[in-house]
């Protein structure tokens, strides 16, 4: 029972992760990009900066269910 609702949760884990981290804007605009803004010189990444953090967080719960899966699998 409880290895169910760890599978159902990492699976819906999964998912988040994967929508979270493709929603996230390729940084490939260089060096000439960042100083063109001034905002973002000093840290203010607006929403970039939640959807960073957000998949930062989904990472980190991906790999403690796979780790508590494969604990109790065996």
């Keep these: 029972m409880l290895m169910s ?3 159902a949760l990492f699976a819906f884990v999964c998912i ?3 929508f979270f981290v493709l929603l996230q ?3 490939q605009a260089g060096l000439s990009a960042s100083m ?3 905002g ?3 840290g203010g990444r ?3 900066g939640g959807l960073v ?3 930062s967080i989904l990472g ?3 790999m403690l269910l796979a780790l508590l899966i494969g604990i109790l699998s065996r």
Excluded: D, M, W, Y
């Design 5 to 7: 609702v760890f599978i």
């Design 16 to 18: 988040g992760l994967i």
């Design 25 to 27: 804007v390729p940084k």
């Design 36 to 38: 063109a803004s001034s």
């Design 40 to 42: 973002e010189l000093f």
């Design 46 to 48: 607006g929403v970039e």
């Design 53 to 55: 953090r957000i998949s």
């Design 60 to 62: 980190g719960f991906f």
